[in-house]
Protein backbone atom coordinates (compact mmCIF):
# COMPACT_ATOMS: atom_id res chain seq x y z
CA UNK A 1 0.00 0.00 0.00
CA UNK A 2 1.66 2.99 -1.21
CA UNK A 3 2.27 6.34 0.73
CA UNK A 4 1.13 9.53 -1.01
CA UNK A 5 3.85 12.10 -1.20
CA UNK A 6 5.39 14.50 -3.46
CA UNK A 7 5.38 12.43 -6.54
CA UNK A 8 1.65 12.93 -6.86
CA UNK A 9 2.04 16.90 -6.69
CA UNK A 10 4.35 16.47 -9.29
CA UNK A 11 2.07 14.81 -11.67
CA UNK A 12 -1.07 17.03 -11.37
CA UNK A 13 -1.80 19.12 -14.64
CA UNK A 14 -0.38 22.40 -14.90
CA UNK A 15 -1.74 25.39 -17.12
CA UNK A 16 -0.93 25.37 -20.98
CA UNK A 17 0.57 28.05 -22.59
CA UNK A 18 -1.71 30.31 -24.38
CA UNK A 19 -5.05 28.52 -22.54
CA UNK A 20 -7.91 30.43 -22.51
CA UNK A 21 -10.34 30.90 -19.11
CA UNK A 22 -12.15 27.76 -18.84
CA UNK A 23 -9.74 24.97 -20.19
CA UNK A 24 -8.18 24.85 -16.39
CA UNK A 25 -10.91 23.97 -14.59
CA UNK A 26 -14.43 24.75 -14.32
CA UNK A 27 -16.06 23.42 -11.07
CA UNK A 28 -19.70 23.93 -9.47
CA UNK A 29 -19.55 24.21 -5.63
CA UNK A 30 -23.17 23.02 -3.68
CA UNK A 31 -23.69 23.79 -0.23
CA UNK A 32 -24.38 25.99 2.55
CA UNK A 33 -27.28 26.43 5.14
CA UNK A 34 -28.22 28.89 7.25
CA UNK A 35 -26.76 27.26 10.27
CA UNK A 36 -23.82 26.50 8.34
CA UNK A 37 -22.58 29.15 6.33
CA UNK A 38 -18.77 29.53 6.44
CA UNK A 39 -18.07 25.91 4.89
CA UNK A 40 -18.71 26.56 0.92
CA UNK A 41 -16.93 29.81 1.03
CA UNK A 42 -13.90 27.75 2.37
CA UNK A 43 -14.27 25.78 -0.11
CA UNK A 44 -14.87 28.13 -3.19
CA UNK A 45 -12.02 30.17 -1.75
CA UNK A 46 -9.43 26.92 -2.07
CA UNK A 47 -11.24 26.23 -5.40
CA UNK A 48 -10.74 29.51 -6.91
CA UNK A 49 -6.92 29.21 -6.32
CA UNK A 50 -6.46 26.68 -8.65
CA UNK A 51 -9.27 26.31 -11.32
CA UNK A 52 -10.00 29.16 -13.75
CA UNK A 53 -14.18 29.30 -12.74
CA UNK A 54 -16.44 28.39 -9.73
CA UNK A 55 -19.90 28.80 -9.88
CA UNK A 56 -20.89 28.63 -6.40
CA UNK A 57 -24.59 28.02 -4.99
CA UNK A 58 -25.65 28.46 -1.64
CA UNK A 59 -29.15 28.86 0.29
CA UNK A 60 -30.66 32.60 0.50
CA UNK A 61 -30.26 33.23 3.68
CA UNK A 62 -26.66 33.22 2.63
CA UNK A 63 -26.97 36.38 0.38
CA UNK A 64 -25.73 38.96 2.57
CA UNK A 65 -22.66 37.18 3.54
CA UNK A 66 -21.89 35.99 0.09
CA UNK A 67 -22.54 40.03 -0.95
CA UNK A 68 -20.03 41.24 1.09
CA UNK A 69 -17.48 38.45 0.51
CA UNK A 70 -17.78 38.99 -3.23
CA UNK A 71 -17.61 42.80 -2.80
CA UNK A 72 -13.68 42.19 -1.50
CA UNK A 73 -12.80 39.63 -3.90
CA UNK A 74 -14.16 38.28 -7.11
CA UNK A 75 -13.22 34.69 -7.14
CA UNK A 76 -16.08 32.92 -7.86
CA UNK A 77 -19.88 33.55 -9.93
CA UNK A 78 -22.85 32.95 -7.11
CA UNK A 79 -26.29 31.13 -8.77
CA UNK A 80 -29.45 30.54 -8.01
CA UNK A 81 -30.49 26.77 -7.04
CA UNK A 82 -32.91 27.10 -9.97
CA UNK A 83 -30.12 27.63 -12.18
CA UNK A 84 -27.89 24.97 -10.88
CA UNK A 85 -29.09 22.17 -13.40
CA UNK A 86 -27.79 24.53 -16.81
CA UNK A 87 -24.46 25.46 -14.96
CA UNK A 88 -23.97 21.82 -14.05
CA UNK A 89 -23.31 21.14 -17.94
CA UNK A 90 -20.69 23.51 -17.85
CA UNK A 91 -18.70 21.81 -15.10
CA UNK A 92 -15.59 19.33 -15.10
CA UNK A 93 -16.67 18.64 -11.78
CA UNK A 94 -19.16 19.26 -8.98
CA UNK A 95 -18.63 19.22 -4.96
CA UNK A 96 -21.67 19.14 -3.44
CA UNK A 97 -21.83 19.10 0.21
CA UNK A 98 -19.91 21.58 2.36
CA UNK A 99 -22.12 23.02 5.04
CA UNK A 100 -25.51 21.49 3.71
CA UNK A 101 -28.80 21.32 4.91
CA UNK A 102 -30.61 17.69 4.83
CA UNK A 103 -34.19 18.48 4.27
CA UNK A 104 -36.05 17.22 1.03
CA UNK A 105 -34.92 19.96 -1.21
CA UNK A 106 -31.24 19.02 -0.85
CA UNK A 107 -31.78 15.51 -1.25
CA UNK A 108 -33.91 16.12 -4.04
CA UNK A 109 -31.12 18.25 -6.04
CA UNK A 110 -28.14 16.18 -4.91
CA UNK A 111 -29.77 12.93 -6.19
CA UNK A 112 -31.36 14.62 -8.77
CA UNK A 113 -27.69 16.12 -9.66
CA UNK A 114 -26.06 12.63 -9.66
CA UNK A 115 -28.42 10.90 -11.91
CA UNK A 116 -29.02 13.61 -14.73
CA UNK A 117 -25.23 14.09 -14.75
CA UNK A 118 -23.64 10.78 -14.08
CA UNK A 119 -20.76 11.51 -16.91
CA UNK A 120 -19.82 14.49 -14.29
CA UNK A 121 -17.05 14.19 -11.97
CA UNK A 122 -18.63 14.13 -8.36
CA UNK A 123 -17.34 14.94 -4.79
CA UNK A 124 -19.72 14.47 -1.86
CA UNK A 125 -18.93 15.66 1.08
CA UNK A 126 -20.57 16.32 4.73
CA UNK A 127 -24.29 16.98 4.40
CA UNK A 128 -24.36 15.31 0.75
CA UNK A 129 -23.26 11.77 2.59
CA UNK A 130 -26.33 12.24 5.06
CA UNK A 131 -28.86 12.32 1.71
CA UNK A 132 -27.55 10.65 -1.06
CA UNK A 133 -29.01 7.78 -3.04
CA UNK A 134 -25.98 5.04 -2.72
CA UNK A 135 -27.38 3.88 -6.44
CA UNK A 136 -25.95 6.58 -7.93
CA UNK A 137 -22.81 6.36 -6.94
CA UNK A 138 -19.95 5.12 -9.42
CA UNK A 139 -17.23 5.48 -11.40
CA UNK A 140 -16.87 9.35 -11.70
CA UNK A 141 -17.28 9.85 -7.64
CA UNK A 142 -15.47 10.68 -4.37
CA UNK A 143 -17.07 10.63 -1.61
CA UNK A 144 -14.89 12.04 1.50
CA UNK A 145 -16.29 10.27 5.05
CA UNK A 146 -14.61 10.43 8.33
CA UNK A 147 -15.20 7.51 10.43
CA UNK A 148 -18.68 8.00 11.55
CA UNK A 149 -19.94 9.41 8.57
CA UNK A 150 -18.72 6.12 6.57
CA UNK A 151 -20.85 3.86 9.57
CA UNK A 152 -23.73 5.95 8.86
CA UNK A 153 -23.68 5.64 5.47
CA UNK A 154 -23.11 1.89 4.68
CA UNK A 155 -23.99 0.62 8.34
CA UNK A 156 -20.56 -0.76 9.13
CA UNK A 157 -17.30 -0.20 10.90
CA UNK A 158 -15.12 2.43 9.11
CA UNK A 159 -12.19 -0.11 8.39
CA UNK A 160 -9.96 -0.55 5.65
CA UNK A 161 -11.13 -4.10 4.73
CA UNK A 162 -14.51 -2.36 4.36
CA UNK A 163 -13.98 0.42 2.65
CA UNK A 164 -12.48 -1.43 -0.10
CA UNK A 165 -15.24 -3.67 0.21
CA UNK A 166 -17.85 -0.73 -0.58
CA UNK A 167 -15.40 1.14 -3.59
CA UNK A 168 -15.33 -2.01 -5.44
CA UNK A 169 -19.27 -2.52 -4.61
CA UNK A 170 -20.05 0.53 -5.40
CA UNK A 171 -17.39 1.54 -7.94
CA UNK A 172 -16.52 4.82 -6.39
CA UNK A 173 -13.51 6.35 -5.01
CA UNK A 174 -13.33 6.87 -1.11
CA UNK A 175 -11.38 9.38 1.03
CA UNK A 176 -11.83 7.89 4.59
CA UNK A 177 -10.63 10.69 6.96
CA UNK A 178 -9.00 7.91 9.58
CA UNK A 179 -6.45 9.80 11.17
CA UNK A 180 -8.12 9.71 15.01
CA UNK A 181 -9.30 5.40 14.17
CA UNK A 182 -6.75 3.93 12.06
CA UNK A 183 -3.05 6.84 12.10
CA UNK A 184 -3.86 7.81 8.85
CA UNK A 185 -6.30 8.66 5.76
CA UNK A 186 -7.13 5.87 3.49
CA UNK A 187 -7.84 6.87 -0.57
CA UNK A 188 -9.56 3.64 -2.06
CA UNK A 189 -10.94 3.12 -5.47
CA UNK A 190 -11.89 -0.98 -6.86
CA UNK A 191 -8.32 -2.17 -7.42
CA UNK A 192 -5.97 0.79 -5.41
CA UNK A 193 -5.40 1.74 -2.10
CA UNK A 194 -3.23 4.30 -0.89
CA UNK A 195 -2.81 6.11 2.49
CA UNK A 196 -1.87 9.50 3.76
CA UNK A 197 -0.01 10.49 6.99
CA UNK A 198 0.71 14.23 6.52
CA UNK A 199 -1.48 17.10 8.67
CA UNK A 200 -1.10 17.39 12.57
CA UNK A 201 -3.80 18.07 15.32
CA UNK A 202 -3.66 21.59 14.27
CA UNK A 203 -6.11 20.66 11.85
CA UNK A 204 -8.97 19.55 14.42
CA UNK A 205 -10.55 23.30 13.73
CA UNK A 206 -13.50 24.50 12.11
CA UNK A 207 -13.41 24.04 7.92
CA UNK A 208 -10.08 22.27 7.18
CA UNK A 209 -12.63 19.33 5.87
CA UNK A 210 -14.16 22.11 3.62
CA UNK A 211 -10.59 23.28 2.53
CA UNK A 212 -10.13 19.98 1.17
CA UNK A 213 -13.06 19.28 0.35
CA UNK A 214 -12.39 22.80 -2.11
CA UNK A 215 -9.00 21.12 -3.03
CA UNK A 216 -9.95 17.86 -4.46
CA UNK A 217 -13.12 18.75 -6.40
CA UNK A 218 -10.77 21.51 -8.12
CA UNK A 219 -7.69 19.14 -8.51
CA UNK A 220 -10.73 16.78 -10.06
CA UNK A 221 -11.71 19.07 -12.95
CA UNK A 222 -8.60 18.54 -14.88
CA UNK A 223 -6.35 15.59 -13.55
CA UNK A 224 -7.79 11.92 -12.74
CA UNK A 225 -9.87 11.54 -9.94
CA UNK A 226 -7.87 8.55 -7.79
CA UNK A 227 -5.02 11.94 -8.36
CA UNK A 228 -6.71 14.26 -7.57
CA UNK A 229 -8.09 12.19 -4.21
CA UNK A 230 -4.58 10.98 -3.51
CA UNK A 231 -2.81 14.94 -4.27
CA UNK A 232 -5.82 16.73 -2.40
CA UNK A 233 -5.50 14.80 0.68
CA UNK A 234 -1.74 14.98 0.77
CA UNK A 235 -1.11 18.84 0.04
CA UNK A 236 -4.27 19.63 2.87
CA UNK A 237 -1.87 18.34 5.16
CA UNK A 238 1.45 19.01 4.18
CA UNK A 239 0.39 22.80 3.75
CA UNK A 240 -1.17 22.16 7.64
CA UNK A 241 2.55 20.84 8.31
CA UNK A 242 4.31 23.67 7.20
CA UNK A 243 1.94 26.08 8.78
CA UNK A 244 2.86 24.17 11.93
CA UNK A 245 6.76 24.84 11.52
CA UNK A 246 5.73 28.73 11.21
CA UNK A 247 2.98 29.10 14.15
CA UNK A 248 2.91 25.59 16.06
CA UNK A 249 -0.70 24.29 16.09
CA UNK A 250 -1.99 28.32 16.05
CA UNK A 251 -3.44 28.45 12.58
CA UNK A 252 -6.80 28.68 11.10
CA UNK A 253 -8.77 26.95 7.88
CA UNK A 254 -8.06 30.36 6.59
CA UNK A 255 -4.31 30.19 7.09
CA UNK A 256 -4.68 26.67 5.04
CA UNK A 257 -6.32 28.10 1.93
CA UNK A 258 -3.61 30.76 1.83
CA UNK A 259 -1.19 27.83 2.11
CA UNK A 260 -1.66 25.76 -0.55
CA UNK A 261 -0.84 27.60 -3.09
CA UNK A 262 2.92 27.94 -1.91
CA UNK A 263 2.71 24.34 -1.13
CA UNK A 264 2.01 23.32 -4.59
CA UNK A 265 4.71 25.85 -5.83
CA UNK A 266 7.49 24.41 -3.65
CA UNK A 267 6.70 20.89 -4.44
CA UNK A 268 7.12 21.00 -7.76
Known sequence: MPLIG???IKSL??????SHKGDNGILLIIGGSKQYHGAPLLAA???SKIVDLVYFSSVPENNRLINEMKSKLCEFITITRKEILSYAKKSDAILIGPGLGTGNAEKKLTNELLKKYS???FVLDAGALKILNKQYLGKNCIITPHANEFRSLFKIKATEANAKKI??????IIVLKAKKTLGKDLIISPNRVSYNTSGNQGMTKGGT????AGLIAALATTN??????CAGTYLNGLAGDRLKKKVSYYYSASDLVEEIPKTISDSR
Not at 167 to 172: C, L, R
Open 224 to 229: DLYLAA
Open 119 to 121: DKK
Open 13 to 18: KKPKPH
Open 6 to 8: PKE
Open 209 to 212: GDVL
Open 45 to 47: KTA
Open 167 to 172: AKQYNG
